[in-house]
């Protein structure tokens, strides 16, 4: 049975949309049984509906703090039983209650190469460092901001010169490559998460899964 899969946006959705790919492609054996948005007019919803995944909606600004709107939000998620998060884009800080209702079960895309760069800005950060190498990293999710369990990293060089636009293109299409690849990882039990770290094949992984393009 394909593990039961839950995706969270707050917007475009271009991630959303290489999941729905690859599963239409028959290259990724997950069921997207809910796609979940903070906000009404994520145009990644509209992705969803036209490939008749089941969608639901809910404001953060209707909740007076964090904690009452993650409730809010697990409550409207187990209606689907979903087995494995997909957060892809979802512009919101978790709260430690919801992150411990999925343990091990969340996941998320940060566009660095994590340890390097967690929060915002990472392109034009890689680009003041002069670094060689720029990418993104799917990681298991825990309370601390972007610092869970790495899997998966893709990896780009940085060309000569070019834009903090020009390389977030070139990431996010890594990103397409790589999430689908890490969540289906999981969700085949290939990666599990256990007592704070990824394991991968069956081996403590101090080190992600690195795929160079
Ligand atoms: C991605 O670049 C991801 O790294 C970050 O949010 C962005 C989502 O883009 N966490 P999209 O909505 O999937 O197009």
């Known amino acids: 049975m394909a593990c039961r899969t839950a995706i969270l946006i707050s917007g475009s959705g271009t991630n959303l949309q290489a999941f729905i790919d690859a599963v239409a492609a028959g290259d990724l054996d997950l069921e997207l049984c809910v796609v979940f948005s903070n906000r009404p007019d994520a145009f990644g919803l509209e992705r969803a509906e036209k490939a008749g995944i089941p969608t639901s909606c809910i404001r953060h600004g209707d909740y007076p703090d964090r904690e009452s709107f993650d409730r809010a939000v697990a409550a409207d998620l187990d209606r689907h039983a979903p ?8 512009m919101r800080i978790l709260s430690p209650a919801f992150v411990e209702h999925y343990a091990g079960r969340i996941l998320n895309i940060h566009p660095a190469l994590l340890p390097k760069y967690p929060g915002l800005d990472t392109h034009q950060r890689a680009l003041d460092a002069g670094d060689e190498w720029h990418g993104s990293t799917v990681h298991f999710v825990t309370e601390e901001l972007d610092g869970g369990p790495r899997i ?27 999430y689908p690849e890490a969540a289906g990882l999981v969700g085949s039990g290939r990666v599990l998460f256990d007592d704070g770290e990824a394991i991968i094949d069956g081996k403590r992984a101090a080190d992600p899964v690195i795929r160079s393009y």
Do not use: K, P
């Open 83 to 90: 087995e494995l998060l997909i957060l892809a884009g979802f």
């Open 152 to 178: 998966l990293q893709g990896r780009l060089r940085v060309n000569a010169g070019e834009s903090a636009d020009e390389l977030q293109t070139r990431v996010q299409a890594v990103e397409h490559r790589i």
